[in-house]
């Protein structure tokens, strides 16, 4: 497919800048403005750090998946997959925005930034699926 890309890196932090890097060229080639290319960049990014935290508990020699497409009818979705720990993202509770604790804060920007989120099992997988429509640009965007 014309308007797809497919990225397998490391569990390593390192490869974070290279998801990053992808991710918001890949947004503003749909079309979406800079600053919310930096947003999708965010969410990817956080979503991505959780699996090397969370389900490979920091272990660098695994392998996690992005698929980032162009949607149906304008935007952008992004699959997270990765063969860690089974972990509903879904199933947990975002603390509120003005609770001051470590940690905890990767789910509430995800949830604020993207349209939708889903979270299943696939073939014995987790697979996370992010989708943000293109919005038309504000004027100071253009």
Same mark, same amino acid.
């Given at each position: 497919?014309? &308007?797809?890309?497919?990225?397998?890196?490391?569990?390593? $932090?390192?490869?974070?800048? %290279?998801?990053?890097?992808?991710?918001?060229?890949?947004?503003?080639?749909?079309?979406? #403005?800079?600053?919310?290319?930096?947003?999708?960049?965010?969410?990817?990014?956080?979503?991505?750090?959780? %699996?090397?935290?969370?389900?490979?508990?920091?272990?660098? =020699?695994?392998?996690?998946?992005?698929?980032?497409?162009?949607?149906?009818?304008?935007?952008?979705?992004?699959?997270?997959? =990765?063969?860690?720990?089974?972990?509903?993202?879904?199933?947990?509770?975002? $603390?509120?925005? &003005?609770?001051?604790?470590?940690?905890?804060?990767?789910?509430?920007?995800?949830?604020?930034?993207?349209?939708?989120?889903?979270?299943?099992?696939?073939?014995?997988?987790?697979?996370?699926?992010?989708?943000? #429509?293109?919005?038309? $640009?504000?004027?100071?965007?253009?």
């Amino acid at each position: 497919m014309a &308007d797809e890309l497919e990225i397998t890196i490391a569990s390593h $932090p390192r490869w974070l800048k %290279v998801v990053r890097q992808s991710v918001r060229e890949f947004a503003h080639e749909l079309g979406f #403005s800079r600053p919310h290319s930096d947003a999708i960049t965010l969410a990817v990014d956080e979503a991505v750090g959780n %699996v090397i935290k969370h389900a490979y508990h920091g272990q660098t =020699d695994r392998r996690v998946t992005l698929t980032l497409a162009a949607a149906a009818g304008g935007g952008v979705e992004i699959r997270v997959r =990765d063969a860690g720990e089974p972990f509903n993202p879904l199933a947990r509770t975002s $603390p509120a925005p &003005d609770e001051l604790r470590p940690g905890g804060r990767g789910l509430y920007l995800i949830r604020e930034i993207m349209d939708e989120i889903d979270y299943g099992r696939e073939n014995g997988a987790n697979v996370f699926r992010m989708r943000k #429509s293109l919005e038309a $640009p504000a004027p100071s965007e253009k």
